[in-house]
């Protein structure tokens, strides 16, 4: 595994708009291409022969579905089908995304012009970071899970049941509401990357500082099961945010 050397993102394409240069294709982006990727395959792998008695890749999966499926019926009862698949999502996506330093083991740039023979690859690197660590990600992922709770607002409870929301059962309770649509996304966002960015800059400390015995077994904390907990954390707290959202109203005299 490669040290890590900084916690600023590495940009490999950037446009320029209004004078200021925007990145377009960051480490982050390419990483999550890469978990993308990764998901997709294995998906495609563990769904190829299924049968009706799990062996194999089919009982991961099929553990995997159960658990989702205890979190939303438990939670969200009935209503909990329509999200299983979000859901199942949200997790793999993060758990994927959270842990994947732990198997950084792209060839470096240096490595790349030594077999190629080609010396400007000697300066390219995508080292296998979790994209979580930057910002945008679990901004974006947070605003995402507030919008998808906006719309199940709409379906389950229909725009009366949502506006009557604001002013049941008290008109100061609008006022939460609205407090909530913002604080929500801003915990889900700011929980997961402070976590995930902490674990970065410790594992960075570490490389820089100790030999790599110690670093690989610290890693397996910081990189794989901070990154997991944090993983459910987050689509725990989706499911509980649902949940509430297609919940009845109860009646007010």
Not at 128 to 148: D, G, H, K, S, Y
Request: proline share 5%; aromatic share 14%.
């Amino acid at each position: 595994m490669s040290l890590r050397i900084s916690v600023d993102s590495h940009v490999y394409c950037s446009v320029e708009i209004g004078g200021r240069a925007v990145p377009l294709i960051t480490d982050a982006v390419i990483t999550m291409w890469v978990v993308t990727a990764v998901i997709i395959a294995a998906v495609i792998l563990f769904t190829r022969k299924l049968s009706k008695v799990p062996n194999g890749p089919q009982t991961a999966l099929e553990i995997l579905i159960d658990f989702v499926r205890g979190m939303t019926r438990e939670k969200m009862h009935d209503h909990g089908k329509y999200f299983d698949a979000f859901i199942s999502t949200i997790l793999l996506f993060l758990g994927a995304a959270n842990i994947i330093a732990i198997f950084n083991i792209l060839p470096t740039g240096e490595f790349l012009a030594a077999v190629t023979g080609v010396h400007s690859l000697e300066h390219f690197e995508i080292p296998l970071e979790p994209p979580t660590r930057n910002f945008n990600v679990t901004l974006c992922l947070a605003l995402v899970v507030i919008f998808l709770v906006v719309f199940a607002e709409f379906k389950f409870k229909g725009f009366k049941g949502w506006l009557r929301g604001f002013y049941k059962p008290n008109p100061i309770y609008g006022f939460v509401k609205i407090l909530d649509y913002i604080v929500r996304p801003m915990s889900l966002c700011l929980r997961l990357f402070g976590t995930i960015l902490g674990g970065f800059v410790a594992m960075s400390l570490i490389y820089r500082a100790m030999p790599f015995v110690l670093p690989a077994a610290v890693s397996v904390y910081f990189d794989l099961f901070d990154g997991i907990l944090h993983a459910y954390v987050f689509t725990f707290l989706t499911v509980m945010y649902l949940a509430e959202a297609v919940e009845e109203p109860e009646e007010v005299n």
